[in-house]
């Protein structure tokens, strides 16, 4: 998530001794830390997540924990991306409703910026990458300009293609492989999962995703 809400959410964390970093308006690693800082010395639940009850905590209105009825199904937007590895946060619309996540790590690129077909993949998970809070799925990428059935997806940061994208809650460690990795609790996963499983039914089984 990124703008003047976020901006508020860091000066807010800021007034009430936690620090976001610069109050630019981008909800990166250092304002989640905040926020989980924050969580943890009021007896919240830690989760990284400004919903409700933080913001509550914090004396403002605002609800990280994702809905946008105005944003444009089929779009991920990046929060910049790093010329090399690295991880970039973003939010990503489907059904109506709009999510944070997280992508790539200090030695793993991010999620290529591109033109993706979304499919079903695996809908419950145990695997500690792919959980969150109890919660794992995974929904595949492939490159929308190639044959079906191809995972692969160029990445000039690279210099060669990368495979098996695919979007999954952000667990384990924060950051991912590459994948686009869904920030949130176990609620939050769960409605998710729905909101991709509805988009994909409406749309035939697949689906186009901008990545920008």
Known sequence: ???????????????????????????GPRTERAVRD????KGLQVDGIAGRRTMGALGGASDFSGSQPNAANGTARLNG???????????ITVNGRTYQFNSGSGS????????????????NRSDAGFVRDGVGYSFALEDANRRRGSDSMYDARAGRDRTALRIHPDGGATGTAGCIGIVGDAATQRQFRADMNAELARNGGTYTLNVR
């Open 108 to 123: 793993r690129y991010s999620v290529p910026p591109g033109e993706y077909r979304v499919m079903a993949h695996r809908q």
């Open 38 to 41: 924050y969580q943890r010395s």
């Open 81 to 91: 991306v790093p010329n090399g590895p690295g991880m970039t946060t973003g939010s």
């Open 1 to 27: 998530m990124s703008g003047q809400s976020v901006r508020q959410l860091q000066d807010s964390l800021r007034a009430a001794g936690f620090d976001p970093g610069a109050s630019d308006g981008k909800f």
